[in-house]
């Protein structure tokens, strides 16, 4: 019984997503209040019917609610992103509201790195997200909807989306084998080839399942956030679903040493070359959605039969993506790149991210649609034309500026041509002796302004990509798939393997008697180490196999969002007790050497804040920003870890191993992590 929805002021809707158990029971609910024989209108008809009320009252009231139960315990969380009102419905009792709040905030998220700065203006967003052909419509809405049921099933089933961090594959040796190959051989080799059509690899990595196996950046490149990343993944993920059932293999291929070094592994003999073909079965989220809201078991037979129907997605076509880069001059969101994701096997995936030829007018819009944010702001602040004085924005060389961009564009778009109607009526407005200059007045004209802008920045990222025209050559990227199918050959089978069995508790039992699980994480890396948690029947490991195995998934679920609750309260320690288990949650910052900081008062938040994370809204950066004013000059590091131990075992001891696992865990001979 699950909702979510995106509708405008108006009561039109936007977007919707529901799964089949919400969408029948409101379909029964309208059917019975309908004439017999008369047909039911269209479901998104039924949804804008049911929501417009809420919609309407949340709009016109003052002091607007964020959430509300009804009398059937279905709760529903809103909030207004500028001009877009998300509300989401829950009415099986599996989400609370947090969880909702966070699945909302994640799809804004997913819709700015698909559109960009459209987003910011509220009218071409809406024209974005709700397309007046229909079919168009259906398959973009279809798209949105695999993307938000791929997040969901990544977060109730992968570690690295419970807590929002990626998760590297421990291998030192082929890691760093790879991120040289990456280096030295493909990125090099496709920065150098003239069929790039004037793109430059920025980024390469390469996925096993959900998890990183190497990352390789140019010199050219920006850091790539955490929050884009696992954005990247949950869109690698939705093109290439992993079907880990179906290439799940033995426990008894996996062979952990108890020692102070690395796990070691066998290297399987080559697999069938049925299954070296970069053509293989693989399912695709743009048919039925693979992820509903059913028993596990009929799913993975429905997952099955999806493999066989569906085409695989056309990889040599690249997506359209947004994602913030740093300069020197400060931070850009938004940016555009073409995403080339190239499938070397079945869960094994190379990404490859390009900075586009154009990728300078993007960062011209930006500043400009900043600037025309700044005098706004200052025309409403202050009166008259004092305010443009006090403003510290030099209005002359804004308008030089983009003047010579208006004159690079050309008249001969569309979009174009009425930018240029409007930035010169701006400056009749603003810069003639005989106009109105700068007071309130020319307010409207600066919302004009930037909506110009964003229609600019839509016509050269949005409308004239949908072809692509420039990208790597079909040629080029198949050579970049057989170099690295090449390279990892002999690995792939154990990569697999590996994935499940990333990290196992084997080597943690012996010097921590009682410990059942735990997950740390180095929050300024935006990374995570933690034992991997196999529910699977066909699969064994420590904590044993099918119930025994999911009971501890969910002790580990429920921790997580508990430890959130008390951290958005103010609370950087957390310890309890829990029937048979002890519960332990740290937060804690160092130094670059690892020197413990003093511990400080964590800002308390309100309930309706945005959920603690990194993929949705950076909480930790935003955090380490706060703690680092009393630390200027010094670079600050944050850690979190989460022990589950049983609870025979004293406390004192517990505490005792909370400190020398965090220890332990960010030793170089260890964890690469860092």
Not at 202 to 217: G, N, P
Request: aromatic share 10%.
């Amino acid at each position: 019984m699950k909702c979510l929805l995106i509708a405008s002021e108006s009561a039109e809707v936007l977007f919707h997503w529901t799964d089949l158990e919400y969408q029948r029971n409101i379909q029964e609910q309208y059917g019975a209040s309908q004439e017999e024989g008369e047909e039911l209108p269209a479901f998104e008809d039924i949804l804008s019917t049911l929501f417009a009320p809420i919609i309407i009252s949340y709009s016109t009231m003052e002091d607007s609610y964020t959430s509300f139960t009804t009398d059937n315990n279905h709760i529903y969380v809103l909030h207004q992103f500028d001009e877009c009102l998300y509300i989401a419905v829950n009415g099986d009792g599996e989400e609370k509201e947090d969880d909702l709040r966070r699945k909302m905030y994640v799809m804004k998220k997913m819709i700015e790195v698909m559109f960009g700065m459209v987003t910011l203006s509220g009218t071409l967003l809406r024209k974005e997200l709700r397309p007046q052909d229909t079919e168009q419509r259906i398959r973009l809405w279809k798209h949105l909807q695999n993307l938000i049921e791929t997040y969901s099933h990544l977060r109730e089933n992968d570690q690295s989306f419970l807590v929002e961090a990626v998760e590297r594959l421990i291998h030192p040796m082929l890691c760093e084998q790879c991120i040289e190959f990456l280096e030295r051989r493909l990125v090099q080799q496709l920065n150098s080839s003239v069929e790039r059509a004037g793109e430059e690899v920025l980024h390469a990595f390469i996925l096993v399942h959900t998890k990183l196996l190497a990352f390789y950046s140019s010199r050219n490149a920006s850091i790539l956030t955490t929050s884009d990343l696992l954005a990247l993944i949950i869109m690698a993920q939705n093109m290439y679903p992993s079907n880990v059932d179906l290439d799940d293999q033995s426990p008894e291929d996996v062979e952990s040493t108890s020692g102070s070094g690395p796990e070691s592994f066998y290297t399987p003999e080559p697999s069938p070359s049925s299954r070296d073909s970069g053509s293989s079965d693989r399912p695709d989220r743009r048919g039925t959605p693979v992820f509903e809201f059913v028993d596990p078991d009929i799913q993975m037979a429905e997952d099955s039969l999806h493999a066989l129907e569906i085409s695989p997605p056309d990889p040599s076509t690249p997506r359209r993506v947004f994602l913030d880069i740093s300069l020197k001059d400060g931070l850009y969101p938004m940016m555009p790149h073409s995403m080339y994701c190239l499938p070397l096997w079945p869960g094994i995936t190379l990404v490859l991210l390009t900075k586009i030829p154009t990728s300078a007018v993007a960062l011209s819009v930006y500043k400009y649609l900043e600037d025309f944010d700044k005098l706004e702001k200052r025309l409403r602040e202050g009166q008259g034309s004092s305010a443009a004085a006090r403003s510290p924005l030099n209005m002359q060389d804004v308008r030089c500026k983009l003047d010579k961009f208006v004159k690079a564009l050309g008249p001969s778009e569309l979009q174009s041509a009425q930018l240029q109607i409007v930035w010169t009526e701006f400056k009749n407005r603003a810069f003639a002796k005989n106009g109105p200059g700068f007071n309130k007045d020319l307010i409207p004209w600066c919302k004009k302004m930037k909506t110009q802008l964003c229609g600019i920045y839509r016509q050269c990222f949005l409308i004239d990509s949908t072809d692509f025209p420039q990208r790597l050559s079909p040629g080029l990227q198949e050579g970049a798939q057989a170099m690295m199918q090449e390279k990892l050959m002999d690995w792939k089978d154990f990569l697999l393997v590996k994935s499940k069995r990333n990290i196992t508790m084997v080597s943690y039992l012996e010097d921590f008697p009682g410990l059942v699980h735990f997950i740390c994480v180095d929050r300024s890396s935006g990374q995570m180490i933690a034992p991997s948690l196999s529910i699977t029947e066909r699969t064994t490991s420590e904590l044993g196999k099918g119930p025994v195995a999911r009971f501890i998934k969910s002790k580990v679920w429920g921790l997580v969002r508990t430890t959130r609750r008390y951290l958005q309260k103010g609370y950087s320690t957390v310890t309890l007790r829990d029937g048979d288990f002890y519960f332990c949650y740290f937060l804690w910052f160092e130094n670059e050497s690892g020197y413990k900081l003093d511990s400080v008062d964590i800002p308390v938040l309100p309930d309706d804040s945005p959920p603690i994370g990194t993929l949705a809204c950076d909480y930790y950066k935003r955090l380490l920003r706060y703690y680092s004013k009393n630390h200027k000059g010094e670079t600050v590091k944050c850690y979190e870890l989460l022990t589950v131990h049983l609870g025979v075992i004293p406390t004192e001891i517990i505490l005792q191993h909370c400190r020398q696992l965090a220890s332990k865990l960010w030793e170089p001979s260890r964890n690469p992590l860092l």
